[in-house]
């Protein structure tokens, strides 16, 4: 037995996965997640039969840690020494302060849409309903990205982030990953109803290999309430930026697990923001419904124009309402960014989302939840269709 214990760690050194110190480091870090398998994906890859077993000579196996605290396994150098505390997003101090949710329509707005609804005909609805469905339902043969940014920040890029999650994991059957790549304190985790956080970006970016299933990757990942997972950019602290490496290295590698991967950028002109727009399968640029805001994106739009692949044919831009008192005329400004051939789906004022705080899908306003899903169709469109 001793001899086989020597073999095994010559073969790990060899492959730069342990350093002869696992007894003084204690067991890796074990992830954190559901247990159940999820969802089959619709393209992750089978690895060979020899690859799940005990290794055999010639040949060794990187994987996860194990889940049974009672399996030692050696150290992986990546891992850092300790797994990371679990973190709630938000200060248990100021939790009971956000009160209960509040119902995107008013009752006076309910009560005129359900009379309007008995006199109407529904079969109209029902056929656009139906295309749409369609559209969000499309098969895919590998993963698509789908990148949200903006010109700045606290204009709803993480709320629109949060909706078309919410939206693919409705709709769609296989696995969705809404992923965070903005560190500047972002509010993805809050907005997607996550409690707490643990793995980030940079802790994945470290540990992925190609022997993962996509169970040993979900344990590392926040299970969602309404279906899909979660990966935060951070904890909830200030601290380094994610670089481009590391966001290359995460879409990369996860990509092959979850259908669609719906981006939560950093702002313009950010370099993982640029990288993102640049790689990604199809973009959505939020744009604020107010005159500057509109003028910024038209900017952002022009930008897309110039390079190398034909990026603006893939972007979708959501024009978001932030007040109830908007008076900026809503056609005169979807018009001004049609000109550069983009499709403009405007996201009404909703109270439930200026409430802040998770995102309640019941509790969101008629109107909300149809441009949501008007939103994610056209970038699954382009996602699929056009590049």
Not at 162 to 170: E, K
Not at 175 to 191: I, K, M
Request: net charge positive; hydrophobic share 40%; glycine share 8%.
């Amino acid at each position: 037995m001793a001899q086989r214990e020597d073999w095994q760690q010559d073969v790990l050194r060899q492959l730069g996965q342990y350093d002869g110190s696992d007894e003084a480091a204690g067991p890796a870090p074990e992830p954190t997640g559901p247990t159940a398998r999820p969802r089959p994906t619709h393209s992750a890859p089978t690895p060979p039969e020899a690859a799940r077993s005990t290794a055999s000579p010639g040949s060794a196996q990187v994987s996860a840690p194990s889940s049974d605290p009672a399996v030692r396994t050696p150290r992986d150098p990546r891992l850092p020494l300790h797994a990371p505390e679990s973190v709630p997003t938000v200060d248990p101090r100021l939790a009971h302060a956000l009160g209960r949710p509040q119902h995107g329509d008013s009752v006076t707005r309910r009560t005129g849409r359900a009379l309007r609804g008995l006199a109407a005909s529904a079969s109209r609805d029902v056929a656009e309903e139906t295309r749409l469905a369609q559209e969000l339902q499309q098969p895919v043969t590998t993963g698509r990205v789908i990148a949200v940014t903006s010109i700045r920040g606290g204009v709803g890029k993480s709320t629109v982030s949060a909706l078309l999650g919410r939206t693919f994991n409705h709709y769609r059957h296989d696995p969705v990953l809404t992923l965070e790549a903005d560190t500047a304190l972002g509010t993805l985790p809050v907005r997607m109803g996550a409690a707490s956080v643990r793995w980030t970006c940079a802790d994945i970016a470290r540990i992925l290999t190609p022997a993962m299933q996509l169970t040993d990757v979900t344990g590392y990942l926040v299970p969602v309430a309404d279906g899909g997972w979660l990966l935060p950019a951070s904890q909830g602290r200030v601290g380094a930026p994610m670089d481009v490496r590391t966001y290359r290295t995460v879409t990369l590698a996860l990509r092959r697990y979850f259908a669609v991967t719906v981006v939560d950028c950093e702002t313009l002109p950010g370099d993982v923001a640029r990288t993102a727009m640049d790689t990604a399968h199809a973009r959505v640029v939020v744009a604020p419904m107010t005159a500057e805001g509109v003028n910024g994106t038209r900017q952002v739009l022009d930008w897309l124009a110039q390079l190398p692949h034909s990026a603006l044919a893939g972007t979708v831009v959501a024009l978001s309402a932030n007040s109830p008192d908007t008076t900026l005329d809503e056609k005169t400004a979807a018009a001004h960014l049609r000109e550069t051939g983009v499709s403009v789906v405007r996201l009404p004022y909703d109270r439930h989302l200026a409430q802040g705080g998770p995102i309640h899908t019941s509790v969101l306003g008629r109107a909300t939840r149809d441009a949501a899903v008007r939103l994610a169709a056209e970038a699954m469109h382009r996602a699929v269709r056009v590049r």
